[in-house]
Structures are given as C-alpha cells and as structure tokens.
C-alpha cells in the first residue's frame, strides 16, 4: 500500500494521501501523539479512527463493500441531503456515496491552530445529482484530529442556487461506534428527552431510563438533545464523548441479531461490537436561502476510568 505524501505543499504536512482498499484514494491524519484517522474520498467517509493506544474506536463491517456506488458500512458515513427515507431520494441521500475533492486553499475555518492533522474536503452537485436533487450547493467537510487525538468533524453547507430558491434538508454523522460488548454498553446524556421511535413507525415517547441499555433492536431519534452525549463501554473501562454544535437532534441505533442477519454487508453477529450514536438534524429540516450556508460540528473523545 502506497504512503505516498500528498501532492500540495500547503498540506503536505497535514495529511498523508495513498490507496486504500480497491485502490480507492484515501486521506492518512496522525497526530504528534499516535493517534490517528483515515478518510476515504469516496463518501469523505471516515473509516478508521484510533488513539493513542492505537485502539480502533469506530466499528466498520467485515463485510464492507468498497465498490462505488454501495456506501460503506460502519465508520462515518455522511447522511446529505435526506435521512433515512424522510424525503423522496434514496436512503441517506447522495453524500456518501460520492467522490469528493481534496480542497487546498478553503475558505478560513475557525479552528484551533493547534490542529495540525487535517484536510479539507469539498462536494459539489454533479449533474445527476441535480436531476434527482434540482438544487446547486456547496458541501465543506473538514476532518481533523485535535491535540489530545479528539476527532473534530466540521460541515458547512451553502445554498448557491442562483434561480432565488431555498431548499431544505436533513443530515446525520452516521457514527459507528466500537464497543466490547452491546449489552454492556450504556449511554447517558439522553435522559427524559423525547424520541421518536422508529421501531413503532415514528410515534412519538419520552424516554423513561435513568440511561440507555442494549437487550434488543433499538432504532430512535432523540429530539433537542444536549451538546454532549456519552457512551460508557464497562468492558473496556471506557467512555466516548461526543460533543456536537449546530445539530439538535441524535440518533441511536443497533440492528441486533435479526436485521443483522438481513443486511448483507454486515456480519451476523456484528450487531455486538457496534453502537451507532449520531449526531443529527432531522425533525425540522434546515432551510437555506441562496447564499445562506450552516455549519453543524462534532469532536468526539474517549478517556478510560
């Protein structure tokens, strides 16, 4: 596998570009500490991301298919412009399942100059997307590693329509998770909040729990939901923290045995190692009017206690 240096000066020392599988092009981030992150172009799909330990803390399937057009499954998928099937594009929308573009010379972020592990993607509509999405728009996604190995992820989208139209959409960090064991597996943060219950056809309940626990299939959209959620993995003595900004809403999800077994780029019991907690804006569309951009952001963490 080629470890070649990407080719632009002005980022050279930011990231390293090679071949991933099926000689797909993806991005290397490393921090000074051993930490580090891979991006594939394909989707500006995070698919790897370690700490300083050089423990993998996103889940991707064993059965992962990296054969454009098929998303890749587990890592962070990118839900744009529609999520799930809220809306009349195909699951999860187009994003991850196109091929971005390296951006050298973006628009300034206000990002932590002390983020030196980084790269700037870019996705604009090509012409199909626009038969199925008629709207022009402008996808920035920046991935970064902070100094402690934090993963930072940064969208920004604008509308850049010129016929006067806004245009509205969904969108979720689809974020797989690694955990030791799902059943004991707890997420906090979540509490008394309402959800939407996708198991139940979207009814609408509040959650009861003092926290979340794995013994079945769980799939819901929790709604206005704080900046920070925390995903405590006993086996590992671990905890991820997600912190998000610009995202109201979050999403949890594990397929167990039976959808497991239907999906067929995911192993059977592969439910176990995976928690997907996503960072999201789902129950009330954002709406941009032409030259309006938004920014919505997460920076993930793990600490051990």
């Not at 709207?135 to 993963?151: I, K, M, T, W």
Request: charge should be negative; hydrophobic fraction near 35%; charged fraction near 25%.
């Amino acid at each position: 596998m080629s470890n070649e240096k990407a080719p632009s000066s002005a980022s050279s020392s930011s990231y390293e570009l090679s071949k991933g599988i099926n000689g797909l092009d993806k991005v290397i981030l490393r921090d000074a500490r051993g930490s580090s992150a891979e991006v594939y172009l394909y989707g500006a799909h995070v698919t790897s991301w370690k700490n300083d330990h050089a423990e993998e803390l996103l889940f991707l399937s064993s059965k992962a298919i990296f054969k454009p057009p098929k998303p890749i499954r587990g890592g962070i998928p990118i839900c744009f412009p529609q999520f799930s099937n809220l809306g009349p594009l195909d699951s999860h929308g187009f994003a991850r399942n196109q091929f971005w573009t390296i951006d050298d010379s973006p628009p300034p972020f206000p990002t932590s100059t002390s983020n030196k592990a980084f790269v700037d993607l870019i996705l604009k509509p090509s012409e199909d997307d626009i038969k199925i999405w008629p709207h022009s728009f402008e996808f920035r996604l920046r991935v970064a590693l902070g100094p402690g190995g934090d993963l930072l992820m940064t969208s920004r989208i604008r509308n850049t329509n010129i016929d006067g139209k806004p245009f509205s959409f969904t969108f979720a960090y689809h974020t797989y998770f690694s955990v030791s064991d799902i059943s004991e597996v707890r997420v906090e943060g979540l509490e008394t909040l309402d959800y939407l219950d996708n198991l139940q056809k979207r009814e609408r309940f509040t959650e009861q729990g003092d926290a979340l626990t794995f013994e079945s299939e769980f799939d819901r959209i929790y709604l206005s939901t704080p900046t920070k959620i925390a995903i405590l993995d006993h086996e590992k003595k671990r905890t991820i923290v997600l912190r998000k900004d610009g995202l109201p809403d979050a999403v949890v999800w594990n397929p167990w045995d039976k959808k497991a077994k239907a999906i067929s780029d995911f192993g059977d019991d592969e439910y176990k190692y995976m928690l997907c907690v996503e960072a999201a804006a789902i129950e009330k569309p954002i709406t941009l009017k032409p030259g309006e951009g938004m920014e919505g952001k997460t920076r993930t963490f793990n600490c051990f206690f």
